[in-house]
């Protein structure tokens, strides 16, 4: 497949986006109830259906995931979402997108924007796929992370984030996308947040 493939895939669904945060274990008993992208190392705790890599075989050997390559290698994620043409993961399940430019928020041409946290590409793919409603979970920015604890190396850019991820929610909405917080720990303040069971 190809990603303009995935174009309204799941039109008029609602999404879960997972970051890897120590808040994704509350997916860990019912993300089968729900249609799922996660990123890196998420599968360490549960299988999406889509999983979204953006850095490269060496660079999560150099980062704060190190050693959790092998979560990436062995995901039963049906597909796996990159713009590296190389990544190095199954051919059948890797899935190339046009990387856009940061904080671009404009995914009908299926080209993905992208700032310093994954999770933000994958909301504008779950827009892309169609997606009428988008729930966060894992996108925390604490010291805690489902592979153990440590200071999220974004931690001191938080007021950036925030505003990143309020521009995005506001202009997901003028195209009729709704974009919630569904962490009950997360440090982005600038979303609407809503209980997981509610979702």
């Known amino acids: 497949m190809e990603f303009t493939d995935f174009k309204n895939i799941h039109a008029g669904k609602k ?3 997972s970051g890897c945060g120590a808040s994704a274990f509350e997916l860990k008993e019912t993300y089968k109830n729900f249609i799922t ?3 890196n190392d998420i599968s360490s705790v549960f299988d999406p259906d ?3 890599v953006l850095d490269s075989k ?3 050997a150099k980062s704060v995931y190190k050693g959790t390559w092998q979560q990436v290698e062995n995901t039963k994620a049906k597909y796996i979402f990159t713009q590296l043409e190389n ?3 199954p051919e059948h399940k890797r899935i190339c997108f046009p990387y856009g430019e940061r904080e671009n ?3 009908e041409n299926g080209i993905i924007g992208h700032t310093a946290n994954s999770p933000y590409a994958a909301c504008l793919i779950a827009a892309f796929m169609g997606a009428t409603k988008i729930g966060l979970i ?3 920015f604490t010291e805690n992370r489902i592979s153990g604890k440590m200071r999220h190396d974004l931690i001191g850019t938080l007021w950036k984030m925030n505003a990143e991820y309020e521009n995005l929610a506001k202009s997901l909405h ?3 996308v709704e974009l919630v917080n569904l962490s009950p720990v997360s440090n982005i303040t600038s979303l609407k947040n809503q209980n997981l069971i509610h979702f």
């Open 174 to 176: 003028s195209k009729g």
């Open 37 to 39: 992208i996660g990123v």
């Open 50 to 52: 889509y999983l979204l």
């Open 58 to 60: 060496e660079s999560f």
């Open 138 to 140: 894992g996108i925390d």
């Open 87 to 89: 990544l190095e993961v």
């Open 15 to 17: 999404i879960i986006v």
């Open 105 to 107: 928020t404009n995914f």
